[in-house]
């Protein structure tokens, strides 16, 4: 059995093993064949050569991190000693990223690691792809944005769809007028709007079509300037769906599309558009797809669990 001795002279010992060594504890869950021991102003560990050398390296991250940002917590442990080999984490990562001040002063923040690179990315492109499973904040940091840019003055409007693929979007059966008959649908789009937009606000940008909310149908033949558009639950669109979407952006127009590839609705015969749109436009410039996971999941924390364990059957089939 081999060993190392990584002294950590350039933080704080008891605040990076955390309250009780906690850090240290999760440390021990993610490298279960390497024996971890906090002493003194050192970390000792006992294993394999292979083994030991990775942890080495993580920890040199984790000391990176806390020496510059002072701040570490689960996520950002998570984050590093999980991260691929070569992967794009970079430790300035770690802080929560401020979007706007939603009603009553509520703070609206990308949290996860990758909530914080879909905000960057839509900076820098006018056309991004968010695309993860269930409670990873896609739909919500994505109608923060589009607010955030219409309070800025960015853009002149805020258009949401989706695909009502639970009635093919053959509405005309079910009762009541277009809005009561469309609401089902876009339930999830006002949620976020109304942790985001005083209620009177919301509803008379909604009356003067400052704010757009319609199935993907409706979007057939029109032009989108000056616009924040988010195309929500895109794996359910179709290849003449997305094609139609995709081609309705105008000037000073920003698009966000998020979907969940594990959530389809679609016929099994039919190929979803986001899938097949994400392998053709993947090395386009201009245009950047974000992937979040179960890391990212903020509901609550059986959620996470839920994922894991529906991925491990998925896998297994």
């Known amino acids: ?54 942890f080495q390296k993580r920890v040199d991250m984790l000391v990176a991190h806390f020496g510059k940002f002072n701040v570490l917590n689960d996520e950002i442990i998570e984050r590093i000693v999980m991260a691929d080999a070569g992967s794009d984490f970079e430790p300035e990562n770690g802080t929560e990223t401020h979007i706007l001040h939603g009603v009553g002063g509520k703070i609206i923040k990308a949290k996860t690691f990758n909530q914080k690179r879909l905000v960057e990315a839509t900076k820098k492109n006018d056309m991004v792809f968010a695309i993860g499973p269930a409670g990873t904040g896609k739909t919500y940091t994505g109608v923060a944005l589009a607010v955030k840019a219409l309070k800025d003055k960015q853009v002149k409007r805020i258009v949401l769809t989706r695909p009502a693929v639970e009635a093919g979007e053959n509405l005309g059966f079910l009762p009541g007028d277009l809005k009561e008959k469309l609401d089902p649908y876009m339930q999830p789009l006002y949620d976020a709007l109304r942790d985001m937009i005083p209620h009177e606000k919301l509803m008379s940008h909604i009356e003067k079509g400052v704010i757009q909310i319609a199935p993907l149908a409706f979007m057939r033949g029109r032009t989108l300037d000056d616009a924040f558009v988010i195309l929500d639950e895109a794996q359910n669109t179709t290849h003449a769906q997305m094609k139609m979407f995709l081609t309705r952006m105008g000037k000073n127009a920003k698009f966000m599309l998020t979907g969940d590839p594990g959530q389809i609705d679609l016929p099994r015969s039919v190929i979803s558009g986001l899938k097949e749109a994400v392998l053709i436009l993947k090395a386009t410039p201009g245009i950047s797809i974000i992937h979040l996971d179960d890391k990212d999941v903020i509901r609550h924390h059986l959620v996470k669990k839920v994922i894991e364990a529906y991925k491990t059957i998925e896998h297994d089939n």
């Open 1 to 54: 059995m081999n060993d190392i001795k990584i002294e950590l002279s350039e933080v704080n010992p008891q605040e990076f093993f955390g309250d009780q060594n906690s850090h240290v504890a999760q440390l021990r869950s993610y490298f279960p064949k390497l024996k971890i021991v906090a002493r003194g102003n050192s970390l000792m560990a006992y294993g394999e050569s292979p083994i030991l050398e990775e």
